[in-house]
């Protein structure tokens, strides 16, 4: 385990290990707490009773914060002839195919997001291992993969603050809700989305609980247990 030093363990005392927080006062500790020298991101950490073994629990899905991200998206579109002018006019940072698949296959990975058109993916089929460990491969639930018409308001989309979320290997789900710096209010907008948008992808599959614990986080921080039932009444 690895060893933390007398200022994170300064921050740990202030966070009743056994209690579950209400989100409101979770939020607000997690301010308190985050003394890093940047801006922190504040992370949510939701342990699901989903089997990901099981392709219908699975859980893959986008939802748009509506206090956006606070982080700056590079974006890659890869698209060739008229789809590739669109991008570049709707403000993509990167636009190709295959200067950009050599660059990718020789470790390039400037990027946070990458969006394909249907008829390139043939093309970034290659790339599968590359950006499918590090969850950059386009893909249709992720909304990355669009029609030529459809990249303007997807790039938009992704600058506001759309982020995409899915379980993990062991059942868990991490998404950011936004910056230390931002509001409690804007913490708490964010918030509300993203449990909405759980809640709305449960699989008919699941029985039971379908959230059994949540923690939020900043980045160098202690986490705060959250009470379940209180987040998922907190829903935008």
Do not use: C
């Not at 992370?43 to 914060?65: G, K, S, W, Y």
């Not at 190709?96 to 993916?121: C, K, S």
């Not at 992704?158 to 936004?178: A, K, M, S």
């Amino acid at each position: 385990m690895a060893k933390h030093g007398k200022k994170y363990a300064e921050r740990l005392a202030q966070v009743d290990r056994f209690r579950a927080y209400t989100p409101e006062e979770a939020v607000d500790l997690v301010k308190r707490v985050a003394s890093a020298d940047f801006n922190e991101t504040v992370d949510l950490h939701l342990r699901m009773n989903l089997d990901p073994r099981r392709a219908d629990q699975q859980i893959r899905t986008v939802v748009t914060l509506p206090a956006g991200t606070g982080k700056q998206v590079r974006i890659m579109v890869f698209a060739e002839g008229e789809a590739a002018r669109i991008a570049e006019e709707a403000g993509a940072d990167y636009v190709g195919t295959d200067e950009y698949i050599a660059r990718i296959q020789d470790g390039w990975l400037e990027f946070d997001v990458a969006v394909a058109v249907p008829q390139v993916m043939s093309k970034i089929g290659r790339l599968g291992r590359i950006l499918g460990s590090r969850g950059l491969m386009p893909n249709p639930r992720a909304g990355t993969i669009v029609q030529p018409d459809e990249i303007p308001t997807t790039i938009q989309q992704l600058r506001q603050g759309r982020v995409e979320f899915r379980v993990d290997r062991t059942g868990n789900i991490h998404i950011p809700i936004g910056k230390v710096s931002f509001t409690s209010e804007q913490l708490l907008a964010n918030w509300g989305a993203i449990m909405e948008a759980i809640i709305r992808a449960r699989p008919a599959t699941v029985r039971g609980q379908y959230i059994r614990r949540i923690t939020i986080a900043p980045t160098m921080g202690p986490g705060v247990r959250v009470d379940v039932g209180a987040a998922q009444a907190l829903r935008g």
